[in-house]
Every structure is written in structure tokens, then in C-alpha cells.
């Protein structure tokens, strides 16, 4: 039997009784003795601490030690005739869970760090009751109204639960769920005003205390211990009053972008970077307004950008689920037939392959990481069945450089997710751009063939993401090339290799991409062993300084002139970049990708200035009394070089 059943409720009616007394006779006093001066009424408050529960419950904790440590939600139907107010919004509240969580499980991407799904023996109240009851609640609650906060505070939660309604309701149409554009900006207005009204009164003390809820009557953090006996409590803090403002906002915004999703895929690929070839490509392009890989791009920044809450990403996956990308009446099955001209049992096979990539973007970012690695592999096996099969050999060259082309992104996408899940120390750095230098490079040469074997069906789409990892390209390899003079000229700090030497770390962290890079290559008969450990350790300059080799006199004179020469290379490709980014930018009106682009343009300004400022030192002082640091504050995934 489930535990939660097994509530000890003598004690409960019993702590009932007592808070109740202490609310309503208004002794509130002597429990909050130790709080500081409260400029709303102690119901409002209440309000704000269920709100909080509710919050915390969503960031991966369970019913136990959120929303069921308050007393009153354990008696909801008991304050129906002595607290309307808390009555109907502990309903409210309630029927907010149980929609997140029918939401959250319908979508089916949550692990076991995003939701906790059980219920603890509490699915009886967590029954959710329908709009028109809840609305009557509210109604007869502001009734009973004091505080301008408590109007603010129903008013917000009453607006949610609709929207969860319009998300939740598997019959609902995906265009009406694009249509919630209004509905979320009146979301955001109404959480600017309760802050607002709390922000306009209340200090910070109030608003950031996490402990604060525990002083106010009608909740006890301790009383529900015996319900997590079978499974281990989380060790997430209480969110504070501010904190879950701030989640509440960022649901909103969240959810925006993504019903903003459509209008973003329209525009990310839209002008060609030459005016008069326009009229030519549209002949050309596909009957969709986008192409596979710009819902993968786009994805990619969406998931980057907003780093989704579970909530968000399982409404992305039911998106997903239906027929027609993000409503567009268009399946990936329609844009591999028009773009690679894949068809018969073949297009099944590959457009597998295709869903499950997009599909990874509604998991967290360390899932997101480990599935690209299996992707990859999956890819592999699909791409050598698809060799040995006896289809039509144009349609099975298509599919295999339409397989080849997603299975370099599942590998830069791998690399890239390590920077935002904080896996790389600065050390490793180098090797990283390294091997996303020669990873785009393949990648570059392989979308070249691409386009010179179908010169007449290039699209503005192809002519963009080419350039796009043209751009990607030259910042790896300015970095790298940066990153590896100034260790190879002693102005930063010395790898260490406490278990082994570099062979032994290059290794475990990058040679099973390479080794997936020769096996594709097998395929396509250009094998290419430039992400070999050796490769590296025979271009990194750095390492013979690391591995105790001599240098000779002449080496030791020329480093400060060599290391010159190095940056003076950096500068070139950092200009470059700048210069590829700003014609990207002219290319695309989908504002996710602009600000995407001004992200790596402002990466490349701070690098050049900096690099200048590394030249400049250089030609003054000694190089001995230069430090050099890296700090990843501009881009996601690009670092900024900066003399310490």
C-alpha cells in the first residue's frame, strides 16, 4: 500500500485546530513573534506561501515536502464555511498541480532529476476541478478581500490553471495552443503586478528568506517524514517569495518563445547573402517555408537559450508527437522526399532516425548530451544497412549524406552541450575547439560535395547553414590556435594529468568520436584520423613543453616572436568570423538566430580587443609577467580570452 495513506490523523486534525484558533483570532503574533513587520495581511501571505509550495514541487521535489506540508491543504474542504479565501485558492492551487502533472507526464520526457510523478497517497485531493467551479470560487472569495495582493494572487493562478487547460486537453488542437500568445503576455502583466505590490512594501528580508514559510501558521516541514520512508526526500531548498516569482515568470517567458517557435522557423533562413541570387533559389527551394536542418538549429538555440523547464518540454514533445512540424502542415518525411529527394521504404527508415533527433531536444541538457552519443551510433548502424541494401543508388547516396550531415551535428552538438553542462575545465579547452575545429571542417567538405552535386536545387537554407559553420569553424580554430600559443608560451595555467599521461586523458574523452569518424568514413572511403590523439599531440606545439621536452636556443629566442605571429593568425580568422557573422545576420529575421549571431560577433569584439591587448603587452614587457584567463560569459559555447 502506498505509504501516504498512512497519515497520523489525530495529529493533523489536532495541529488543524490549533493554527486555525491562532488565524482567526488573530494571535498570529505570538507564532511570528520572531518575523519582521508585515505590510499585508497574514492571508496573503498564507496565499504566497502555497504559491511557493507549488513552485518548489515543480523544480523536482516531492508532494511530501511542498504542497502537503501545509495544513491547510491537507483540510481544504474543512475551510470552506470559516476561510473562503484560503479555501478557494488552496483548490486552485491544487487543481494547478494536478494539470502540471498530467501535462508532465503525458509528454513523457521527465527523469528522475526533472519530476517526482508520485503521489503519496494524496490523488483524492489532487482531484482537479473543472474552470466554471473554480471561477465561481474566486468570485465569492474576493468577496471576502482585504488586500489588493490577495485579488493579484487568484487572479494570476485562475489565469494559469486556464492555460494549463488549453496545454492539458488532448483534444485540443495544435494551432490553438500557437494561439496562446495573449493569454501569456496577461500572465506576465498580472506576476509584475503581485511583485509589484509585494516589492512596493516588503524588504528583501521578506522576500528572500527561504524559512520564512515555516513561521507562518498552518505549515509544519516536519509533519509528513513518515511518507518518504520508502523513497529518499530531495534536498531542495524552499523557494523563497522572490525565487518563485521568478519561476512563475520564467514558465511564462518559456512557454512564450516556444508558441513563438513557428514564426522563428519561418525566418531562419529567408535571404541569400547575394540579393540577386533570391529570385534564382526560390525557384529552387522546397514547398515548405524551412528545411530540416533549420528546425534542428533552431532547436538547438531554443534549448540553449531558455534551457527549458520539464513543464515546457513536455508540451514541446506533444507538439512534436502530432502530425506536422509545429503545426506546419509538414512532416520530416515531406522535407526529406523534397531536399534529398529520399524516397520508398528508405525515407521510413531515415526520417526514424530524423524524429529521434528531434525528439532529444525535449530532454535535459545532460540527457541531451548522452543521447547524441547514441544517436550517433544508431545513425552508424542505420547509414551501414542502408549501404548493403539494393534501393535505387541515387536515392541511397541521398540518404547517406543526409544521414552524414545529422550525424555531424549529434557529434558538434555533444561537444557543445559539455560547455553549458559545465563538464570541461579550462585546461581542456584547447583540445575541445580543437576537435570542433576538425569536426566543422569534415562537416564544411561534406555539405561542399553536397551542393556541387546538386548546384541547381541550392536553397537559401543551404547557403546559410554553410556559412553558419564557416563561422563556428573560424572561432574553434582562433581559439584553439590562441589557446594553444599561450600555453605553449607559459602564460597560463599548466594542464595536470593526475592519472595517467595525455594519451591516457585525450583517450576517455575524445577518442570514441574519433574512432565513430573513421568508421564513417569507411563508408564514404575518406577516412579521416585528424581527431587521433596523436594528430593533436603532433600539432599542439604545447605539448613539448608538457611532455619535458629541450628546447633549443633558437626555439627559446624566437617564442615571444612566434607567439606574435600565432596571434596575429587569431586575429585574421577572429575578423573573419566578425565578418561572416554580420552577413548572417542580413540573412535571417528569426530573432532566437539574431541573437545567436550578435552573441558570436560580441565573442569575436572582446577576443580581438583582447588579443590586441596581449600584442600590445607583449611588444612592452616581458612575456613572464603575462597571465591569461578564460571566462564564458559572452557565448554559450565560445570562451573569452582576457589578461588577468
Not at 583517450?507 to 572511403?525: A, M, N
Request: proline fraction near 2%; charge should be neutral.
Amino acid at each position: 500500500m502506498d505509504v501516504g495513506y498512512h497519515v497520523p490523523r489525530n495529529r493533523i486534525s489536532n495541529l488543524y485546530h490549533k493554527h486555525l484558533q491562532i488565524l482567526q483570532q488573530n494571535q498570529s503574533q505570538a507564532l511570528t513573534s520572531n518575523l519582521p513587520q508585515l505590510h499585508h495581511s497574514i492571508r496573503s501571505h498564507i496565499l504566497l506561501a502555497i504559491s511557493q509550495l507549488y513552485t518548489t514541487w515543480l523544480d523536482s521535489c516531492t508532494l511530501p515536502q511542498t504542497l502537503f506540508s501545509s495544513i491547510w491543504l491537507y483540510n481544504i474542504d474543512q475551510l470552506s464555511a470559516t476561510e473562503p479565501l484560503i479555501f478557494s485558492f488552496g483548490r486552485l492551487l491544487l487543481s494547478c498541480t494536478s494539470r502540471s502533472a498530467e501535462v508532465i507526464v503525458r509528454g513523457a520526457v521527465f527523469d528522475e532529476e526533472d519530476f517526482v510523478p508520485w503521489t503519496f497517497g494524496f490523488d483524492k485531493l489532487l482531484e482537479s476541478e473543472s474552470p466554471l467551479y473554480l471561477r465561481g470560487l474566486v468570485k465569492s472569495a474576493l468577496k471576502s478581500c482585504t488586500d489588493p495582493l490577495e485579488v493579484s494572487l487568484l487572479g494570476l493562478f485562475l489565469h494559469w490553471y486556464c492555460i494549463l487547460m488549453a496545454l492539458e486537453t488532448p483534444n485540443r488542437s495544435v494551432s490553438s495552443i500557437f494561439a496562446l500568445t495573449p493569454a501569456l503576455e496577461q500572465g506576465q502583466k498580472l506576476v509584475n503586478r503581485v511583485e509589484q505590490l509585494l516589492r512596493s512594501k516588503n524588504s528583501d528580508e521578506i522576500l528572500d528568506d527561504v524559512e520564512f514559510i515555516w513561521k507562518l501558521p498552518g505549515f509544519d516541514q516536519t509533519m509528513n517524514k513518515h511518507c518518504l520512508q520508502s523513497s529518499p526526500p530531495r534536498t531542495n531548498k524552499m523557494h523563497s517569495i522572490a525565487q518563485s516569482l521568478t519561476r512563475c515568470s520564467k514558465l511564462l517567458s518559456e512557454l512564450t518563445a516556444l508558441v513563438d517557435l513557428p514564426n522563428q522557423l519561418k525566418g531562419v533562413a529567408v535571404r541569400s547573402l547575394d540579393s540577386s541570387k533570391n529570385e534564382q533559389i526560390s525557384k529552387h527551394s522546397t514547398s515548405s517555408t524551412f528545411a530540416f536542418e533549420d528546425c534542428v538549429f533552431l532547436f538547438s538555440l531554443f534549448s540553449c537559450t531558455h534551457v527549458p523547464h520539464i513543464l515546457i518540454r513536455s508540451i514541446l514533445k506533444s507538439v512534436l508527437s502530432v502530425q506536422g512540424i509545429l503545426g506546419f502542415d509538414v512532416t520530416v518525411e515531406d522535407l526529406l522526399k523534397a531536399e534529398y529527394e529520399v524516397s520508398g521504404t528508405i525515407v521510413l527508415r531515415v526520417s526514424r532516425e530524423a524524429n529521434n533527433l528531434l525528439a532529444s531536444f525535449c530532454r535535459n541538457r545532460g540527457r541531451q548530451r548522452r543521447k547524441m552519443v547514441h544517436l550517433a551510433r544508431s545513425i552508424f548502424t542505420c547509414a551501414v544497412a542502408l549501404s548493403e541494401s539494393a534501393s535505387n543508388k541515387t536515392v541511397r547516396q541521398n540518404a547517406l549524406v543526409f544521414l552524414s550531415s545529422i550525424s555531424f551535428f549529434t557529434l558538434e552538438y555533444h561537444f557543445l552541450l559539455g560547455f553549458e553542462t559545465e563538464l570541461y575545465s579550462d585546461s581542456e579547452y584547447e583540445a575541445v575547439y580543437y576537435n570542433l575545429w576538425k569536426l566543422l571542417s569534415l562537416h564544411i567538405k561534406q555539405r561542399i560535395l553536397k551542393i556541387n552535386s546538386n548546384r541547381d536545387t541550392k536553397t537559401t537554407s543551404d547557403e546559410f547553414h554553410f556559412n553558419r559553420l564557416l563561422m563556428y569553424k573560424e572561432i574553434c580554430e582562433a581559439l584553439y590556435i590562441c589557446l594553444c600559443a599561450l600555453n605553449n608560451a607559459g602564460v597560463m595555467n599548466r594542464r595536470q594529468f593526475p592519472f595517467g599521461g595525455i594519451e591516457s586523458w585525450y583517450g576517455l574523452r575524445f577518442d570514441s568520436i574519433e574512432k565513430y569518424l573513421v568508421r564513417e568514413g569507411l563508408l564514404t572511403g575518406n577516412i579521416d584520423s585528424s581527431l587521433s590523439c596523436s594528430a593533436y599531440l603532433m600539432e599542439n606545439e604545447s605539448q613539448k613543453r608538457e611532455k619535458g621536452y629541450a628546447l633549443d636556443s633558437d626555439e627559446r629566442r624566437s617564442e615571444k616572436t612566434q607567439l606574435l605571429n600565432r596571434l596575429e593568425e587569431v586575429h585574421g580568422k577572429l575578423m573573419l568570423a566578425q565578418s561572416i557573422g554580420m552577413n548572417l545576420k542580413r540573412m535571417s529575421s528569426s530573432q532566437l538566430v539574431l541573437d545567436d549571431m550578435q552573441r558570436c560577433i560580441q565573442c569575436c569584439t572582446e577576443n580581438l580587443a583582447q588579443v590586441e591587448s596581449i600584442q600590445e603587452f607583449l611588444k612592452n614587457e616581458s612575456k613572464q609577467n603575462l597571465k591569461i584567463i578564460t571566462a564564458l560569459d559572452i557565448h554559450q559555447h565560445f570562451i573569452s580570452i582576457r589578461i588577468a
